[in-house]
Every structure is written in C-alpha cells, then in structure tokens.
C-alpha cells in the first residue's frame, strides 16, 4: 500500500503501480460487493418517487400525512445509521451487512403488501434501517480495504451505486407505470403497479445478502480485535508482499487506545494537537462537527427532493405524470454521467475543488429555478403553467443542478467521510455524521410538501438556493484535502 510521510504527503505517481492486476481484480470485486448496499440504498430511496400520487389515493392521504409517508424511511435512516457503526466495531463489518441484507428484503416485501398508512410507514422505517445502516457500511469497509492511492475512486463506487440505484428505481416505476397505465391501476396478477415498484427491489436484496457471502472482514477490524493472523490473510490478498508492514501500521495508529465508543467523539486529542482531536461546540471533536456539517449540507441543497418528489414536482410545473416519470429517468441518467466524472477526477484533483465547484454551479443553477417558478403563471387547474422556453430553461437548469451535485456532494461527501476520521472514532463518528445526514434528509423531505403548498416552488427552491452558497461558505472555510493520504496518517 503507499505510504505517506509525517505530514500526510501525498504518494508518488506510479506508487500503486505494485499492485498486480489479480490483487486489484479482488479489491474492485469486494468494493463493488460493498457497494451493492448503496444501489440498495438509493433504490430504497428512489422507488418512493413513482408511487407517492398512488399511496396518497390509496391511504386517502392530505399533503402533511404523504409528506410522512414519504419521509418516514428517513426516520429508520437515522436510526440505522446510528446503531451501525457501534455494531459494526463490535461484530464486524460483514455480520451487519449480512442483517442489511435482510433488512431490505422485509422492507421492500412489506410495503409493496402493505394493506394500510400504518403497516406501509412501518415497513417504510424498517427498510430506513437498511439505508441507514449501508450509508455508513459501505464507505467505512470500502475506505477500510482500498489502496490510499486508490481509494477516492474506489470509495465513490458507492455513490455511483446509489445513483444506478436511483435510476434503476426510476426506470422500473416509468415502464411498470407505462404497462399498467399508471401507478394506481393494477399491473400483473390484478395488483396496483405502485406495490410492483416495491417488489423489484427483492431482486437486489437477495443478490446483495449472496455476495457478503464471498467478501472477506476488513483488515482493520480484525486486527483492532487481535486477530492479526486472519488480517494478515486478507491484506495477503489485497496487499500482496506489504501484508505485514499493514498490519504494523494498524497496531501503531491503534496503540494504546481502547475499545472504539461515542465516548471518543468528545473532548480533545489526549495530545492536545488540533485536527480530528481539536474541541468543537458542546465538547464534540471539531471533525465530527464537519462531517456533521457536510452531511446536512448535502441536503439542504434539496436534492432528494428532485429524487423523491421528481414525479410531483414536475406535475406542479405543469407537466402530465408519464412526463415527468421520464424526466425522472433523465435526472438519473445525467446523475448517472456526472458520477463518472467525479470518479475520474477525484484522485486527480482533490476533493475539496470538486466541492468548491459544486456549490458554486448548484447555487446558480438553483436561483435560476427559483427565478423561473417565481415569474411562472397559473393555469386554470391551479398548477404553474411554464411558457415552452420557460419550461425548457427549468428542465435546463434542474439537470445541471444534478450534474454539479453529481460530480461534488453526491460521491465527495461519501468519500470524505469514509476517510477523515482516523481509526479510533471512524465506526461512531461516521455513525453520528450518517445519522445527521438522515435527519436533514427527513426534514427536507417532511416539509417540501407543506411549502409546496405554502410558499409554493420559487420559496421551496430559494431555501435550496441559499443553501448551496452556505456550503460555498462551509467548504472554503472549514473542509480540509485528505487527497492520497492513508487513514492511519489521518
């Protein structure tokens, strides 16, 4: 693996170079198995979209409830995100994984069989423990068993699986939406395709809790727990040849220090330096407090309103529902691109400059929509009516929004957070980061349908708007680059 200096250098170019083709074939397997949670995750979060005019009618539902059945998975997120990194430093990353698995398999069974509100929220914030357990899985494993040289592109294989999550869920919910005729009508077997567009996701479910099966510990934890003989089987894998200088460079960074707790994210560095140790608001660590702030940063900016509520946004800016389930599936795709681009560039380029550019494009991309919804009339069913260049320059400006997310605080913040905390608070304080994120996530989403009908879309997207410049703000102040730097030196 390359090293770094004292001072967290960066490697030479060439330093992963050693690596042999096999070893590099087994670390991208045993990453994109980790990664299949996070296309979990995003299908999860995605398949809601198509389905939130057919809940709504089915559960006869008023704007605060829908928002709630929408939102409720988010309250599972939180949760799981929370319990995950604790159980995960104490039973290992591959047994919580596995319980993932199965989590999503119950969730995606349940509310597409659910029979009422109720039992659908339920299912809804089971499935949230899923989601929010794989949030904080996935990078910390991926972070864990990937080449420091390497591992801002391999850890962004759980963004792009969240994004092909996303599109996946969107191009099920528009073709089962397109054979049945629409969301409510009933589809195969005399039963409502919005229940259909739950059931698809058993597919990943079950091909997710398979692979767990073939994919090896993280190194990390098993020497944190003195089993150094098994870890040293793993890095022999992964690190052929630098299997033992790995393992000394574990025990060092993890000398003297005791069993990992959220205890650890309080208080100063027993060396009094500043970085991951420095002392932040209420005694928590000033590094966790930018982790925390990254996470809410992301969205606040509203991006899952466009993945949640895609279908009902674009309904409100006058467009039919076959429409905007296609348009759905254009944001996925631009989502989908935009994700490549980071990953070709976040070694090569840092990720502190991606978001930097991301913020600066969200935050004009964003104005220029509140702008156009702000100057948009009314036709007579109520809704915005959207001249054809006004609708043009909105559909225009939506996708570029998804494209500066998608190369920066989509993949970036992922990344970020699987790699700046060092080995001793990594599991609670990506924990606590995640479960941050998720409850921003559930207070965007429970109050866009109020403000829809409250301050209308040009308000809903002035808050976003103001938001991205914040996390201009946010970056350029606070962020520091980990580019090429290896978690021990964090």
Not at 395 to 413: D, H, I, Q, T, Y
Not at 449 to 454: A, D, F, N, V
């Amino acid at each position: 693996m390359s090293t770094v200096d004292q001072h967290g250098a960066p490697p030479a170019a060439g330093a992963f170079a050693s690596h042999s083709a096999p070893a590099l074939g087994y670390i991208s397997f045993i990453c994109a198995v980790a990664a299949l949670g996070g296309f979990l995750f995003g299908f999860d979060s995605g398949v809601i979209n198509g389905t939130v005019t057919a809940l709504s009618q089915t559960f006869q539902s008023d704007s605060v409830a829908t928002g709630f059945n929408v939102a409720s998975v988010l309250l599972g997120c939180a949760v799981g995100a929370l319990a995950a990194g604790p159980m995960a430093d104490r039973y290992g990353r591959k047994p919580v994984m596995l319980l993932t698995a199965l989590v999503f398999a119950i969730s995606s069974w349940g509310s597409g069989a659910a029979d009422s509100a109720t039992a659908f929220i339920w299912y809804r914030v089971i499935g949230g423990l899923g989601i929010g357990a794989a949030s904080v899985l996935a990078p910390a494993y991926i972070s864990e068993v990937a080449p420091a040289a390497w591992r801002g592109r391999l850890a962004t294989l759980q963004q792009l699986a969240i994004v092909l999550g996303l599109f996946a869920a969107f191009v099920s919910n528009y073709l089962i939406a397109q054979a049945a005729g629409s969301a409510q009508a009933n589809f195969y077997l005399e039963i409502p395709a919005w229940r259909w567009m739950f059931w698809v996701e058993l597919v990943p479910s079950i091909l997710f809790l398979l692979g767990i099966f073939l994919i090896p510990e993280s190194p990390r934890f098993l020497v944190a727990k003195g089993r150094n003989d098994q870890a040293l089987a793993v890095f022999n894998r992964i690190s052929p040849g630098q299997q033992q200088q790995q393992v000394r460079d574990i025990e060092q960074s993890l000398k003297g220090e005791h069993k990992p707790s959220l205890r650890d994210l309080f208080g100063a560095s027993r060396s009094g330096t500043s970085g991951s140790g420095a002392k932040g608001l209420f005694g928590l660590k000033a590094v966790v407090w930018i982790g925390i702030g990254l996470s809410v940063f992301q969205q606040f900016v509203g991006i899952n309103v466009v993945f949640y509520y895609g279908a009902e946004l674009w309904q409100a800016a006058g467009f039919d529902e076959s429409e905007s389930l296609f348009i759905n599936v254009l944001a996925g795709t631009t989502n989908i691109v935009s994700t490549f681009i980071a990953i070709a560039l976040i070694d090569k380029i840092g990720r502190k400059p991606l978001l930097v550019v991301g913020s600066a494009g969200m935050t004009v991309s964003l104005a220029v929509l509140t702008l156009v919804f702000a100057s948009a009339g009314f036709g007579e069913d109520g809704k915005l009516a959207l001249t054809d260049s006004m609708g043009t320059l909105a559909l225009v400006m939506a996708n570029l929004f998804v494209v500066f997310f998608g190369l920066s605080w989509g993949p970036v913040v992922w990344v970020l957070l699987g790699e700046m905390f060092n080995n001793r608070i990594r599991g609670a304080a990506l924990a606590v980061a995640a479960s941050a994120q998720w409850l921003a996530n559930f207070a965007i989403t429970m109050t866009f349908p109020i403000m829809l009908g409250s301050v209308g879309l040009a308000g809903a997207y002035g808050f976003y708007a103001v938001s991205a410049l914040l996390s201009l703000v946010f970056v350029l102040r606070y962020v520091q680059e980990t580019k090429g730097k290896t978690l021990e030196s964090m």
